[in-house]
Nanobody, 116 residues
Framework: QVQLVESGGGLVQAGGSLRLSCTSS????????GGWYRQAPGKQRELVAT???????MYADSAKGRFTISKDNAKNTVYLQMNDLKSEDTAVYYC??????????WGQGTQVTVAS
């Protein structure tokens, strides 16, 4: 079982920035896809961004131009840099890693609150 530990959430003013981190207990050299999702109160969980082992990146429309996903294989960590945050970005953010031959693993979630 792969353990994912998230950090970096918090309270920020609109227009501010946060960087979320998701560190894996397993080397991410064999990571197939790493991603960030979010779930706002009363809403379904939605995809924010993904990054593949080859570095292919995909963003939800709401994240394009403001968020950047990246990974550091040496630190077994995937990051989500969030800039120009808006109140509608308020949610619990979850990381999700899919390793080759293993089931998908999820982090415990980190709260991001953007005050307008």
């Amino acid at each position: 079982q792969v353990q994912l530990v998230e950090s970096g959430g918090g309270l920020v003013q609109a227009g501010g920035s946060l960087r979320l981190s998701c560190t894996s207990s397993r080397s991410i050299v064999t990571l197939n896809v790493g991603g960030w999702y979010r779930q706002a109160p009363g809403k379904q969980r939605e995809l924010v961004a993904t990054i593949t082992s080859g570095g292919t990146i995909m963003y939800a429309d709401s994240a394009k131009g403001r968020f950047t996903i990246s990974k550091d294989n040496a630190k077994n960590t995937v990051y989500l840099q969030m800039n120009d945050l808006k109140s509608e970005d308020t949610a619990v953010y979850y990381c999700s890693f899919k390793f080759f031959t293993l089931p998908t693993s999820w982090g415990q979630g980190t709260q991001v609150t953007v005050a307008s």
